[in-house]
């Protein structure tokens, strides 16, 4: 059963900073995309930031500069840093993994047969002005 729990939201003013975390449990062998997207009450829900287990990453213009996404492959944990947050930035943030494999080196996979994504339950991040 593979599970991926986040921590590390919160309250914090403008300009403030928080760090997220998200750690997969489970029969992991490796994942090789782990990011975050983000979710405003009757808005869609759209990337953050993503990082594959070799190190390249992907952000969205609106954080750039800001964030910094980080991982540590050996622990399947993911983490997020928000600087000088904004209003703005008041949203559900969701970690994800991709192309995990199990001990065997097979991916995951849904009943469909194509690789699978797992999320996390999501974390709260309101910023007040």
């Known amino acids: 059963q593979v599970q991926l729990v986040e921590s590390g939201g919160g309250l914090v003013q403008a300009g403030g900073s928080l760090r997220l975390s998200c750690a997969a449990s489970?029969?992991?062998?490796?994942?090789?995309?782990m990011g975050w997207y983000r979710q405003a009450p009757e808005n869609q829900r759209e990337l953050v930031a993503r990082?594959?287990?070799?190190?390249?990453?992907t952000y969205a213009d609106f954080v750039k500069g800001r964030f910094t996404i980080s991982r540590d492959n050996a622990k399947n944990t993911v983490y997020l840093q928000l600087n000088s947050l904004k209003p703005e930035d008041t949203c559900v943030y969701y970690c994800?993994?991709?192309?995990?494999?199990?001990?065997?080196?097979?991916?995951?996979?849904?009943?469909?047969?194509?690789?699978?994504?797992?999320w996390g339950q999501g974390t709260q991040v309101t910023v007040s002005s």
């Open positions: 990082m594959t287990s070799g190190g390249d990453t």
């Open positions: 489970g029969s992991i062998l490796s994942i090789n995309v």
């Open positions: 994800y993994g991709f192309g995990l494999r199990d001990y065997s080196g097979s991916y995951y996979r849904t009943p469909g047969g194509t690789v699978d994504t797992y």
